[in-house]
């Protein structure tokens, strides 16, 4: 395996596991990339480099960044960035994945499984830590917990390009901590 694969597959992880701080911070991270030409997509996948959805994907993020402000608004907006963050990650997983051999099928479960899971996480462990602010703080703290992850989702989806292999190590730490965490509760 060569640098720029593991280096492809890393941003695809590190990307997809920033979906679930912000489902539309790292999709116009990539539309960004593959606009400006510092990232080449696969040819199912250049509809991101369209100035269209790099317009569509700056919307979206910026009207999700601020919502996330909104005391119980964002509470609900878990409830569809879960699954919005699951889409995500795994368009964003296919759209890095450099296995042209496989077949469609294949690469699309490999992008389910690694980034779909990633984003799917993530996602589920800020909607707990929403959650729990909300109950002690009354919505209060909400807005730090928003800050935090405006800046994990920008901070991340900009760092994944820049060392992508570091910031996919850190998000799945960060992932097998949730995961640790989530069985703990259970036990």
């Not at 570091?166 to 036990?187: C, N, P, Q």
């Amino acid at each position: 395996m060569d640098t720029e694969m593991i280096s492809s597959i890393a941003m695809g992880i590190a990307l997809s596991a920033c979906c679930g701080f912000r489902v539309f911070v790292p999709m116009l991270g990539a539309s960004v990339a593959a606009y400006l030409h510092w990232f080449n997509l696969p040819v199912d996948m250049q509809w991101m480099a369209g100035l269209p959805a790099l317009i569509c994907f700056a919307t979206a993020a910026v009207l999700e960044m601020a919502a996330y402000y909104i005391p119980f608004v964002d509470n609900l907006l878990d409830t569809i960035a879960t699954p919005l963050a699951v889409a995500a990650g795994t368009v964003l997983a296919a759209s890095f994945l450099p296995i042209a051999e496989f077949s469609p099928i294949v690469k699309w479960v490999l992008a389910l499984v690694s980034g779909g899971a990633a984003a799917g996480t993530v996602q589920s462990g800020t909607g707990l830590l929403r959650l729990f602010s909300s109950k002690t703080t009354a919505g209060a703290g909400n807005a730090v917990v928003a800050t935090g992850e405006n800046v994990a989702a920008v901070g991340g989806t900009a760092l994944a390009f820049v060392i992508p292999v570091v910031i996919a190590v850190l998000m799945l730490l960060l992932i097998g901590w949730i995961v640790k965490k989530g069985v703990g509760r259970i036990k």
